[in-house]
């Protein structure tokens, strides 16, 4: 059986892309918990107009991990969201795959790394659960 994350692997980037022709990090979090668990998350695409403003996307990362339908969790499981700083500003997400391991666009392409250790090791800043995955992630 394939894993889940199979899917995306090789989505290209593309700045403010919220589609599986093109996607940022956070687009990448949008599409995969549409097609997988049904969830429908804002887009923010408005909100930002590249990744390179990382104080806006933090602003935005700030204002709902404190409301909104998100749970800090301590024990990380598929489809929880893993934050991430670049330089002072919480400005990047991935999907936990498999403990360890994240589904995430850098820059070029979806792709699967760890996020305990190389460059994102020392930048994970927590883990969060929608209220709604929960009940919705396939076992």
């Given amino acids: 059986m394939m894993h889940w994350s199979t899917r995306y692997l090789g989505t290209p980037y593309l700045e403010l892309g919220r589609s599986l022709a093109g996607v940022d990090c956070w687009g990448l979090v949008t599409v995969v918990y549409q097609m997988d668990l049904g969830i429908e998350l804002p887009s923010y695409a408005g909100d930002y107009v590249s990744t ?37 500003h919480e400005s990047h997400v991935g999907l936990v795959a498999i403990p360890g391991c994240m589904l995430h666009v850098p820059y070029d392409h979806a792709k699967v790394e ?3 250790s190389g460059r994102w090791g020392q930048r994970l800043t927590g883990f969060y659960r929608h209220f709604e995955a929960a009940s919705k992630v396939p076992q």
């Fill in 114 to 116: 760890s996020y305990l």
């Fill in 52 to 88: 390179d403003e990382r104080a806006e996307i933090s602003a935005l990362i700030g204002q709902n991990k404190r409301v909104g339908p998100w749970q800090a969790v301590t024990e990380p499981a598929p489809y929880d969201v893993a934050v991430f700083r670049r330089g002072p």
